[in-house]
């Protein structure tokens, strides 16, 4: 641990040794600390405008805004709970698929692959993020929601007799959460498998070799050896996962049935608050319509904000315990 | 946007240290965004192209004469004229297909020239209107069509008014309802649950139909009511025609309604429904000119247009149709840009008309087409 803090440390004070030795540098400064301040004004400048945007809504509704679960355009009604009740299982399940794939697929191709199959696959793991969320939307209505209906569905609720649970009851239709979970699952697994690949594949060999000098087995020097040295970056590329997923918009919408209605079952159809900004904005004619939908977008900020701001606590804190 | 994740071997180097100390997520990002040039230039160049409807709204807009913005619903009829009429006149207008509601706005802002919606707007955004008085001119009719799967249905289903706002509040929920039964003897219908998919997205589709509805059942008048986003009793929300039919094609027992030209060009299974008159049409051009026939003794010469035909009388006439605006400041503040656009409306009364079928868009009746096409002189501010 000692090792790994010192070159943290030490980085901003070598810097402060070469300060001023010329005008490049002193300008080499500037310009990068003007790129760096420029982001955090950047985004305070986006929150502003979206507050301001969404002040009609917020100002009338206050905190029933997030509390309220009815989201009626014609009676001016707008509640958000719902969509943000949506937002957020809808991420957690797709997290709590994909993890523990992708960190198959990441051990798999750091530990077991030979190097002919490793570059390949890890190759096509990663083109799952190049492809476009509308398409992966299509493949979910003319694949996955067929299959979920016809299938998944009927044998989780039926064949296992889960359907008496609150989480698996009510008519299969195919769109609903559990289809927007999974194909969130599929969309953040390659950043998901890609971090943890990379810093899996960055654990010094020593590390490797000393856990089997001691007599372990190639089991337990991943599990007791190389997966714990990367588990705060392991946990790195699971948030970035989760900032994919509370955000992402296309395929959610086309699969998640837009029912602004809250409901324990995966098998009902959900909302997000992505969906109802992407689903409502262009047609929005009342000003209050559409401040409604600014504040969704503001509670997706906070939302988002909130939650990498609890992962950031966990990594320092997983980092701390870690050994 | 699109990430793609590639990480180069020169990246890892050091990796544990500086991932463990805290800027893994900051890191992470940085070293994507190096690689999303390149894969856009790649694996995601397939993005581009999809994106290419809306990239040729805004195309050569060097070159555009008139600028309009408004309903998607028209689009492709709208496309068609503006790219025919460039080819005879030279004149170029460029239509950004942004949503009715954005088209309103952009108008009122004064940032286009024309509008385009397809409900008519409201006496408070008509105030709300920069420019000065703002004038409706219907171009062309639509219609909504009602579809559902049931395969072992052949012969097409007729259904009224007051059935369809029960399917849609949840009232009626078995296919094999009486009161289904008896709009449609001699057809088997099965002991099904009925699955009602909706638009998601707020749409000009929904406005039409649920203007409908709002005019033909009390229940729904006092519930949802009309609009561009409703809040739907039952149902699954699907985004856009494709989204609706695509659940309905799928599913057995659905039924959901998308506009005419997609159903068309989709091979959709329509139903039937029973008009003012009390007979069973079936959405066809014909029938939906013929309500805007029926509803012409509304349409007089001082009308403001901003009417509704849906339900309108006419033994032939479809019910659930409606007209689509294209929305025209009455005082042009630019004489020559309000040149180009009354003569490319009196082109689209004209010639237009006739070409709107081929897109299975109803023509406007022939009488309502010239009075509209004579209102267009009451525009101020245009060189006679």
């Known amino acids: 641990m000692e090792g790994v803090a010192a070159p943290a440390v030490s980085g901003p004070s070598d810097a402060a040794g070469i300060e001023g030795s010329s005008t490049g540098d002193r300008i080499y400064r500037v310009v990068t600390f003007l790129c760096a301040v420029s982001i955090p004004l950047l985004l305070g400048f986006i929150a502003l405008e979206i507050i301001i945007g969404a002040w009609p809504a917020l100002s009338k509704f206050g905190f029933s805004f997030l509390t309220g679960s009815t989201w009626d355009v014609g009676a001016g009604e707008f509640g958000a709970a719902p969509m943000i009740y949506g937002t957020v299982v809808s991420s957690v399940l797709a997290l709590l698929l994909a993890t523990p794939f992708a960190l198959g697929v990441a051990i798999f191709l750091s530990e077991f692959a030979p190097p002919w199959l490793r570059q390949p696959v890890a190759f096509l793991v990663d083109l799952l993020a190049a492809i476009p969320s509308v398409v992966y939307g299509l493949w979910g209505i003319f694949v996955l929601l067929p299959i979920l209906r016809e299938s998944v569905m009927p044998f989780l609720a039926t064949t296992l007799g889960l359907g008496a649970t609150p989480l698996f009851s009510g008519p299969a239709y195919g769109n609903s959460m559990l289809a927007a979970a999974i194909i969130l699952a599929i969309m953040v697994l390659p950043y998901i498998s890609a971090v943890s690949r990379e810093v899996l594949m960055a654990v010094p060999r020593a590390q490797r070799e000393a856990a089997l000098a001691l007599g372990a087995t190639r089991w337990e020097m991943i599990r007791d050896a190389v997966v714990p040295y990367a588990r705060s970056g392991i946990i790195g590329g699971i948030i970035l996962g989760l900032g994919r997923a509370l955000g992402e918009t296309m395929a959610v919408t086309m699969l998640i049935g837009n029912r602004a209605e809250l409901s324990a079952s995966l098998f009902a159809p959900g909302y997000t608050l992505a969906s109802v900004i992407a689903n409502e904005f262009a047609e929005a004619s009342t000003e209050f319509h559409t401040a409604a939908l600014m504040a969704c977008g503001a509670v997706l900020l906070g939302v988002t904000l909130l939650v990498n701001m609890l992962a950031r606590w966990l990594v320092g804190r997983v980092g701390r315990d870690g050994r | ?384």
């Open chain 2, 1 to 384: 946007m699109r990430i793609c994740v590639t990480v180069t071997d020169s990246d890892l180097q050091g990796a544990p240290s500086l991932i463990r100390s805290l800027p893994v997520n900051a890191r992470f990002a940085a070293s994507l965004s190096i690689v999303t040039s390149l894969a856009v230039l790649t694996a995601c160049g397939g993005s581009e192209s999809s994106t290419s409807d809306s990239a040729g709204a805004v195309a050569s807009s060097s070159s555009v004469d008139l600028n309009g913005a408004g309903a998607t619903f028209p689009y492709p009829i709208y496309l068609k004229w503006f790219s025919n009429y460039a080819e005879q006149t030279g004149v170029k207008i460029n239509y950004g297909s942004v949503g009715s509601g954005a088209g309103i706005r952009q108008l009122s802002e004064g940032t286009v020239d024309f509008g385009a919606s397809d409900g008519p707007m409201s006496d408070e955004e008509l105030a709300a209107a920069k420019g000065g008085p703002v004038m409706h001119f219907p171009s062309v009719l639509g219609a909504v069509v009602i579809t559902y799967n049931l395969p072992d249905v052949t012969v097409p289903l007729t259904l009224t008014g007051e059935i369809i706002g029960d399917i849609f509040l949840g009232k009626i929920t078995k296919w094999n309802d009486p009161r289904i039964a008896a709009e449609n003897s001699g057809v088997t219908l099965p002991a099904q649950d009925i699955l009602v998919v909706h638009r998601s997205d707020g749409s000009g589709t929904t406005y039409i139909f649920t203007d409908y509805l709002t005019a033909v059942s009390a229940a729904w008048k006092a519930g949802p009511g009309k609009g561009k986003s409703v809040s739907w009793p039952v149902g699954l929300g699907g985004k856009g025609n494709e989204g609706v039919s695509g659940s309905v094609k799928q599913t057995p027992g659905t039924i959901g309604y998308v506009e005419l030209a997609y159903a068309k060009q989709n091979r959709l299974p329509s139903a039937r429904v029973k008009n003012a008159s009390g007979a069973a049409v079936e959405p066809t051009i014909e029938s939906i000119t013929a309500a805007a026939e029926g509803a012409m003794s509304q349409l007089g010469k001082d009308s403001d247009y901003r009417v509704s035909i849906v339900n309108a009388a006419g033994a032939s006439a479809y019910p659930i149709s409606s007209f689509t605006w294209l929305l025209v400041y009455q005082n042009q503040a630019d004489g020559v840009k309000g040149k180009k656009l009354v003569d490319f409306m009196r082109w689209m009364y004209g010639a237009g008309q006739q070409s709107a079928a081929s897109l299975d868009y109803a023509p406007l009746p022939s009488a309502l087409a010239t009075q509209l096409a004579d209102r267009l002189s009451t525009i101020q501010g245009v060189p006679k």
